[in-house]
């Protein structure tokens, strides 16, 4: 059974640093994984998708990256802004044929002006 | 990216009547689309998995006759919550995917559903 994790559950930095936020999953037979972000109250907003033969994406200030046969993805965030305030969820879409996406916690980040 | 939109936003209602939330596809057809509950501070927890002009897989633990989904067109979808009780209140989020099974997942704005 798949199972995604996230480290840290919670972060808090000064606006202005880069930060990871780091996602796992224990099986590495996955069709993609995706980012999103939720702020509080809202439903999430997909931030990147990286299909299984990609390994990385980027989108502004974020880049993602997917190590498949170590069960690993990072959401790097540069020069973070106050605005980046929200829970990020990681979630991967197993192979075989699920439909289902399995999400990890999600991690809660704080940027402090 | 694409748009989810999922409407109402918020809604409170009594104890014993029914309520519905629609979730609709705007700019791509959704072949699937996915009911989910949200507890305060938790991750989301799928309710079913619904496929346009089929019904609804629900997950183990759900209970098909409280909670209708509805796929009648490749752009909506509706949950309805039948003979609400409080403990009905939560947010409940619904997402969208298009024809390939591995594309990306949308997702709406989410419903507050508060049973009073």
């Known amino acids: 059974k798949q199972e995604v994790t996230q480290i840290p559950a919670a972060l808090s930095v000064p606006e202005g640093e880069n930060l990871v936020l780091n996602c796992s999953f224990t099986d590495s037979a996955i069709y993609n994984l995706q980012w999103f972000r939720q702020d509080p109250g809202k439903g999430l907003t997909s931030l990147l998708l990286i299909q299984s033969s990609q390994r990385e994406q980027t989108s502004g200030r974020l880049n993602a990256s997917l190590d498949k046969s170590s069960g690993r993805s990072t959401l790097y965030i540069a020069a973070s802004q106050p605005g980046d305030s929200a829970t990020y969820l990681c979630a991967v879409l197993p192979g075989g044929g699920s439909e289902k996406l399995v999400f990890g916690k999600g991690t809660k980040l704080t940027v402090n002006p | 990216g694409a748009v989810v939109s999922q409407h109402p936003s918020r809604v409170i209602c009594k104890s014993g009547t029914s309520v519905k939330i629609e979730c609709r596809s705007l700019d791509f057809q959704a072949t699937t689309m996915f009911w989910y509950r949200q507890f305060p501070k938790q991750s989301l927890m799928l309710m079913a998995t619904?496929?346009?002009?089929?019904?609804?897989?629900?997950e183990q633990g759900v209970e098909k006759d409280k909670f209708l989904i509805n796929h009648a067109s490749l752009t909506l979808s509706t949950l309805t919550v039948t003979s609400a009780h409080p403990e009905d209140s939560s947010f409940y989020i619904c997402?969208?995917?298009?024809?390939?099974?591995?594309?990306?997942?949308?997702f709406g704005q989410g419903t507050r559903l508060t049973v009073v």
């Open positions: 619904s496929n346009e002009g089929s019904k609804a897989t629900y």
């Open positions: 997402s969208a995917r298009g024809v390939s099974a591995n594309t990306e997942a949308f």
